[in-house]
């Protein structure tokens, strides 16, 4: 007998919590929901006065850096699925903003290591916290139950990110 707790299946529906989802509406949700959440972030951390003006791309691969100092180009390249000349355009446009610097590998001098700088390090940190602090707010007002639940589902959307970006 399906339950007779109601889940959203976007804004304004809602569905009944035992009804099944085909695979194709849970996407759809979890690409809605994401999209709705990155555009809430981004309204509500609002970029200072001082911060750079970057493109997406630009974002991604600071963001990219940042989880993992030293990356070289071409690793980076992979993890974004971009071309590498289209990374090393996006190192330099980041090089000369001074917010990114490139080291060099102990192990063969001829590979980039990409690291970044401490005005985009600070930068990077600075947006992570408000956007984690602005998430928590919400998550803090959902119930203990929706926040037990929403803890559940978290190591299955690491699995759906790791699904997803296997080639």
């Known amino acids: 007998m399906p339950s007779s707790t109601n889940v959203a299946d976007g804004p ?3 569905r009944a919590a035992g009804a099944a989802l085909a695979a194709e509406e849970i996407a759809a949700h979890l690409v809605r929901a994401v999209w709705q959440i990155r555009r809430v972030v981004r309204r509500r951390v609002p970029r200072r006065l001082d911060d750079p003006a970057l493109s997406p791309a630009q974002v991604e691969l600071l963001g990219l850096v940042y989880e993992r100092p030293g990356v070289c180009v071409k690793d ?6 971009l ?23 102990a192990s063969d001098q ?6 970044l700088t401490g005005a985009a390090t ?4 600075t947006r992570f916290d408000e956007g984690t602090r602005l998430l928590a707010g919400g998550v803090e007002r959902l119930s203990a139950r929706e926040r037990r639940i929403l803890a559940a589902a978290l190591p299955v959307v690491d699995r ?3 699904i997803l970006d296997e080639r």
Not at 83 to 99: E, F, I, K, M
Not at 122 to 125: E, F, G, P
């Open 110 to 115: 001829r590979l980039a290591r990409l690291e």
């Open 83 to 105: 071309r590498p000349n289209t990374v090393s355009t996006l190192v330099n446009q980041l090089v000369d903003a001074g917010l990114l610097r490139r080291g060099r590998a």
């Open 122 to 125: 600070r930068l990077a940190a």
């Open 76 to 81: 980076a390249a992979g993890a974004l699925r």
């Open 12 to 14: 304004g529906q809602q």
């Open 160 to 162: 759906l990110i790791t």
